[in-house]
């Protein structure tokens, strides 16, 4: 009954890491491209105009990515619920790849902005087919790469979560 309650724990930690994560995400893929939130996101997430744009892109944040936790952390953790004894041993290796999951996920969107650096300029951002209200679809580009990386960033953590678990049960 222990490990169960280690599970749901671990699954609350995750989803607030991962909100978190968007938050802070957000402040700086805010500061990449402003255009992103003011022309998309905030309309995607129903954000009133009287909103301050930071708070306005952490909460974007928090919504688009509280989610991944549970998504991300269920086969780990359910691995680790077999795998796994006593709780505490489950415990301590949920926090571990929920810190790897972490750290990935924002290695991942700093490649997205590297990428966006590289491979976006004006004359790309040119060929893309945008809404004409975007002022700076450079920036747009830049902070779209951020959260697709970012996304993909979570996918990847899923087997390194996997891995972390499947680790901690060998002797």
């Known amino acids: 009954m222990a490990k169960l309650g280690v599970f749901l724990m671990l ?7 991962a909100g978190l994560f968007g938050a802070l995400h957000n402040q700086v893929s805010y500061t990449v491209g402003p255009d992103y939130f003011h022309q998309f996101k905030f309309r995607q997430f129903a954000i009133p105009s009287e909103v301050p744009p930071r708070i306005g892109a952490a909460i974007v944040g928090w919504r688009a990515s509280w989610w991944m936790g ?16 006593p709780a505490g041993k489950l415990w301590s290796a949920g926090l571990r790849a929920i810190f790897v999951v972490f750290l990935i996920t924002a290695l991942a969107s700093g490649i997205g902005f590297a990428f966006g650096l590289i491979a976006v300029d004006q ?41 972390v678990i499947f680790r901690a049960s060998r002797p």
């Open 123 to 163: 004359e790309v951002a040119a060929q893309i087919a945008l809404p004409e209200t975007i002022r700076n679809p450079v920036g747009f580009l830049r902070a779209g790469a951020m959260h697709d990386a970012s996304y993909i960033g979570g996918f990847v953590g899923v087997f390194a979560a996997i891995w």
């Open 70 to 85: 549970l998504i991300v952390g269920l086969p780990p953790f359910l691995l680790g619920l077999l795998l796994l004894s």
């Open 11 to 17: 699954l609350t930690v995750a989803m607030l890491a």
